[in-house]
């Protein structure tokens, strides 16, 4: 892949997930925070907080960018980030829905891998 399309989808994916990780919980004081690793092009939105008197803490969306693809590893949000991605410029075709088994990725619509 190119260092502008590599760029492009870098940036892409960060928006999308800080503005996903900027909506707060109307339920719970639980926060959203993202981790965006560059050099491995790791992107994540963790979430982390008191909720009574248990401690939350997991991943709710893992993203990373291998290849010419974009690989959804983890999308626990409530509509899916897949859409705000190709909605933001990523083709549909270079996005990967990692969570969903190999035989069934051909029937998303979106990339194989």
């Given at each position: 892949m190119d260092t502008s399309r590599l760029e492009q989808w870098r940036t892409i994916v960060e928006q999308v997930l800080s503005e996903y990780a900027a909506i707060p919980y109307s339920y719970s004081k639980v926060k959203k925070e993202?981790?965006?690793d560059r050099?491995?092009?790791r992107?994540?939105?963790l979430v982390l907080g008191?909720?009574?008197h248990r401690y939350e803490h997991g991943?709710?969306?893992h993203v990373e960018i291998i290849g010419?693809?974009?690989w959804i590893q983890r999308d626990g949000t409530e509509d899916g980030i897949a859409l705000e991605l190709e909605n933001a410029g990523i083709p549909k075709k270079q996005?990967?829905?990692g969570f969903k088994p190999p035989e069934v990725r051909p029937l998303t619509g979106y990339g194989v891998a």
């Open positions: 993202t981790v965006f050099t491995q092009n992107y994540l939105i008191w909720e009574g991943c709710t969306v010419d693809k974009v996005i990967v829905l």
